[in-house]
């Protein structure tokens, strides 16, 4: 079992930015696969960002390739998700998932493969 907590959602302006976290506790979270996924209102909870155990492989959503940037610190027990040039549109409740098994790109940004998640923290932005 792996427990994720999200933080460091808040209000920004469009065009801020904003570093989320998810502290990891339990098996070794160096071993799974860490996600963000966010669920706008009305809308289904869609892919953002995944990436591998080890941290070389990542892959981002279209919507936010080249403004987002996901990383994580094993030692830390913690990942984290940079997210620069903020609009309107991605306001959202923002998860963070985990999975263990290989490294995969589809299986990653899939999410009924991750059986872990956090409670989920609140993104708005501002025009």
């Known amino acids: 079992q792996v427990q994720l907590v999200e933080s460091g959602g808040g209000l920004v302006q469009a065009g801020g930015s904003l570093r989320l976290s998810c502290a990891a506790s339990?098996?070794?979270?160096?071993?799974?696969?860490m996600g963000w996924f966010r669920q706008a209102p009305g809308k289904e909870r869609e892919f953002v960002a995944a990436?591998?155990?080890?941290?070389?492989?990542?892959i981002y959503s279209d919507s936010v390739k080249g403004r987002f940037t996901i990383s994580r610190d094993n030692a830390k027990n913690t990942g984290y998700l940079q997210m620069n040039i903020l609009q309107p549109e991605d306001t959202a409740v923002y998860y963070c998932?985990?999975?263990?098994?290989?490294?995969?790109?589809?299986?990653?940004?899939?999410?009924?493969?991750?059986?872990?998640w956090g409670q989920g923290t609140q993104v708005t932005v501002s025009s």
């Open positions: 339990g098996r070794t979270f160096s071993s799974y696969t």
């Open positions: 998932a985990a999975r263990q098994g290989p490294w995969n790109t589809i299986l990653a940004a899939m999410r009924g493969t991750y059986p872990y």
């Open positions: 990436i591998s155990w080890s941290g070389p492989s990542s």
